[in-house]
């Protein structure tokens, strides 16, 4: 029950930071464009912009650790990691955006793609759990 | 200043993921499975992020953004075939290890030794995104 909340709240945080990353710095926030970006030298005229995002992402919630219990529970399957981060990797490079990009920035612009890739996601994410849970159950 | 908002901005995002659960990828799994113990969760971070950038769009109309330059333009309203199969393939991934870029970085620190070989082996499938397409594109012509 406190769950939603705890998601509302985190949810808002996350579209207040998108919305000061929009009207100061004139840019979408989609985690997988600035990384995407950096890392394959297609972003190299602001590449500080997005070392600066990256690394209030990466740091920010280790510092906040102290103050909550959390725990990812990643899959100790190495092999399964291995081939979703591959996927995710590609997969969101090709679609040009992930859940910030098309899912928080996109739908609440109304963009048909990221409204079209957003369904997409969701239905193939679905069809995974149901595929490799509930069938196979590898996951 | 452009530096200082993106470290601001990314903070921010770290710790709405962090506060939000979506750093846990049972519930981000949870979500996505309809046939099992479905978890809505997922919905109210998405709904509740959507709020704020619904206002912040408004805003931007007839605006320029506070440290100069220009707006993104709105894309074309175009579902090509690269936006459908990527999605496609990053749903399937997401579904997988549940978890998704923004996420994977933000539990960087505290995800063990499989949140860093997630992070690596995303890295090095972004890296290969753009050689990997130019391959497909030619075969495609050539077929």
């Known amino acids: ?139 | 200043m452009r530096i200082i908002f993106s470290l601001a901005s990314g903070a921010l995002f770290g710790l709405g993921l962090l506060l939000s659960g979506m750093t846990d990828t049972t519930k981000v799994q949870g979500w996505l499975d309809v046939f099992g113990a479905w978890d809505p969760t997922l919905a109210f971070v998405l709904g509740g992020a959507i709020i704020p950038m619904f206002f912040a769009w408004r805003l931007t109309e007839g605006r320029i953004p506070k440290l100069g330059g220009s707006f993104p333009p709105k894309p074309a309203p175009v579902l090509d075939r690269q936006l459908i199969v990527g999605s496609a393939l990053f749903g399937a991934g997401w579904g997988l290890a549940g978890l998704c870029p923004g996420p994977a970085m933000a539990s960087l620190t505290f995800g063990g030794i499989g949140g860093i070989v997630f992070f690596v082996a995303m890295a090095a499938g972004m890296i290969a995104t753009p050689p990997l397409r130019g391959w497909v594109d030619a075969r495609y012509r050539n077929a």
């Open chain 1, 1 to 139: 029950m406190i769950d939603w909340i705890w998601g509302l709240a985190g949810g808002l945080l996350i579209g207040s930071a998108a919305a000061l990353f929009l009207l100061v710095n004139g840019r979408i926030m989609g985690a997988s464009g600035l990384l995407g970006g950096f890392l394959d030298g297609s972003g190299r005229n602001n590449m500080a912009e997005r070392l600066a995002f990256i690394a209030g992402l990466v740091v920010v919630p280790m510092l906040a650790l102290p103050f909550v219990t959390t725990q990812t529970n990643l899959t100790p399957n190495l092999l399964i990691v291995i081939i979703a981060g591959l996927l995710v990797g590609v997969g969101t490079r090709l679609a040009n955006g992930c859940t910030s990009g098309h899912g928080v920035c996109g739908i609440s612009r109304l963009s048909l793609r990221g409204i079209g890739a957003t369904a997409v996601y969701l239905l193939t994410g679905g069809v995974t759990l149901l595929v490799f849970r509930h069938i196979l159950g590898v996951i």
